[in-house]
T-cell receptor
């Protein structure tokens, strides 16, 4: 099946720093989604991308849909403690079933 | 809006027992999804419904798993008999394509049910 590879697996950063994480696939995805999950909660949708090359922002978050349709990145600027959580990329595969990456665990030190 | 509601939030049961997880999607959402999350396998789609009809159940691991959606506001995921390897967090999600087929992808997740099978 179509796999999504996320990196890095985890990040430990200082408050105020910028963060970048990415997601790649060996096959094309026509939609890329970024979710955040906090402990004890379900994933929450942050950004949805539908066009190759699209760059979309949501507050301090910016995500881009790669031109090849095989990758996407998420940037967080000026991180704050509440950014802590696990960030997942996701996309519907050829059968329209949603696939999720393994996640990037972000820790922000005050 | 109350969001997606799941119950129970936690379930501890013994191997061999029947387990029923419940979900109330966001009102008006046509799609309902069941996922399982484990450390080893991450988030996996089990089954999803459109207008109460099961569309794709290829992710359901075994015949011990079954899901129903008797009406637009309620769905159940049942495991019978349960096994220790079924221990995981089970999420329900819903979405509403509205006027855009793309919006089907923008899924709203419930808080999950943490299942422990001893």
């Amino acid at each position: 099946g179509q796999q999504l590879n996320q990196s890095p697996q985890s990040m430990f950063i200082q408050e105020g720093e910028d963060v970048s994480m990415n997601c790649t696939s060996s096959s094309i995805f026509n939609t890329w989604l970024w979710y955040k999950q906090e402990p004890g909660e379900g994933p929450v949708l942050l950004i949805a991308l539908y066009k190759a090359g699209e760059l979309t922002s949501n507050g301090r978050l910016t995500a881009q849909f790669g031109i090849t349709r095989k990758d996407s990145f998420l940037n967080i600027s000026a991180s704050i403690p509440s950014d802590v959580g696990i960030y997942f990329c996701a996309g519907p595969d050829n059968n329209n079933d949603m696939r999720f990456g393994a996640g990037t665990r972000l820790t922000v030190k005050p | 809006d109350a969001g997606v509601i799941q119950s129970p939030r936690h379930e501890v049961t013994e191997m061999g027992q029947e387990v029923t997880l419940r979900c109330k999607p966001i009102s008006g959402h046509d799609y309902l999804f069941w996922y399982r999350q484990t450390m080893m396998r991450g988030l996996e789609l089990l089954i999803y419904f459109n207008n109460n009809v099961p569309i794709d159940d290829s992710g359901m691991p075994e015949d011990r798993f079954s899901a129903k959606m008797p009406n637009a506001s309620f769905s159940t995921l049942k495991i019978q008999p349960s096994e220790p390897r079924d221990s995981a967090v089970y999420f329900c999600a819903s979405s509403d394509p509205g006027t855009s087929a793309e919006a089907y992808n923008e899924q709203f997740f419930g808080p999950g049910t943490r299942l422990t099978v001893l």
